[in-house]
């Protein structure tokens, strides 16, 4: 084998390793903590503020996209996404009651 074959099949081998799970159709796994706030908010907004709800719920689908349920399930079981679920908990519990569809609306992560 010439050396410049040599250096094209090692390349091509590159590229095939590096687009494996790609041809398999796996994504990466979405950030735990994104993942986590985004849910606990879709959750807390939910009955209070509709169209809120619809947004957050339309970013988890992108977020998830790609992802197996067994890569869901990891991230949700993670420690990361637990406090990052629970911190939110934390924090909407602190909301007065006349400021919960101006959170909801204004949402950073909705957006």
């Given at each position: ?5 040599l250096k ?9 390793w590096?687009?494996s799970?790609?041809a ?13 706030v985004?849910?606990?908010i ?20 992108q977020?998830?996209q ?7 399930a990891?991230?949700?079981q ?10 939110v ?23």
């Open positions: 084998m010439t050396r410049r074959r094209n099949c090692a390349w091509l081998a590159c590229v095939g590096m687009l799970p790609l398999e159709g796996e994504a990466p796994a979405p950030s735990p903590r994104l993942l986590g985004t849910e606990s879709l959750n807390y907004c939910a009955p209070h503020d509709p169209s809120a709800a619809a947004r957050l719920r339309q970013k988890i689908k977020l998830v790609g992802a197996s349920a067994q890569q869901l990891e991230v949700r993670s420690d990361d996404y637990r406090k990052a679920y629970e911190s908990v934390d924090f909407a519990a602190k909301i007065d009651e006349h400021n919960v569809k101006r959170f909801c609306a204004e949402t950073p992560v909705a957006r």
